[in-house]
């Protein structure tokens, strides 16, 4: 079995940057062969202020606020990747919402899919993922 890797450097070293700072964990979640999760903390202010309240006006909600997302669209799409969009209903304090998360690809050399996810997250799961340090 060949297994094809690329490294993918961004031509902007801020850009760059920005995505290391905002990786939740030094580890990755990896869902079969080809689906790899990236945590990241720096989330919407909407979904931050969902989590921290459990108040919601929307029933959708984007992983990265607007412009830090078409930032991000651009960049990739200069390099030659695609972004598309999944999304995963969610429930916590009795209110249920869909988060709409980003999916990374290169379709020209690989099945490589990464997502991003915010921190609470897990794909499939209905509930939040929240460690409590005794």
Known sequence: M??????????????NNEIEKNIALPIIYVG?????????TEV???????INTGNITATELHVLDVKQEQAMCNELSEMGLTVTYRNQ???YMHRSVTVIYPQISNPATTDV????LPWFMLPCRPYLLIVTLL
């Open 2 to 15: 060949r297994i094809d890797m690329a490294i993918v450097q961004p031509k902007s070293q801020n850009w």
């Open 44 to 50: 919407s202010k909407e979904l931050e202020g969902y």
């Open 89 to 91: 209903k969610i429930s």
């Open 32 to 40: 079969g062969d080809s689906e790899i999760y990236f945590l990241i």
């Open 113 to 116: 899919k990464i997502s991003l």
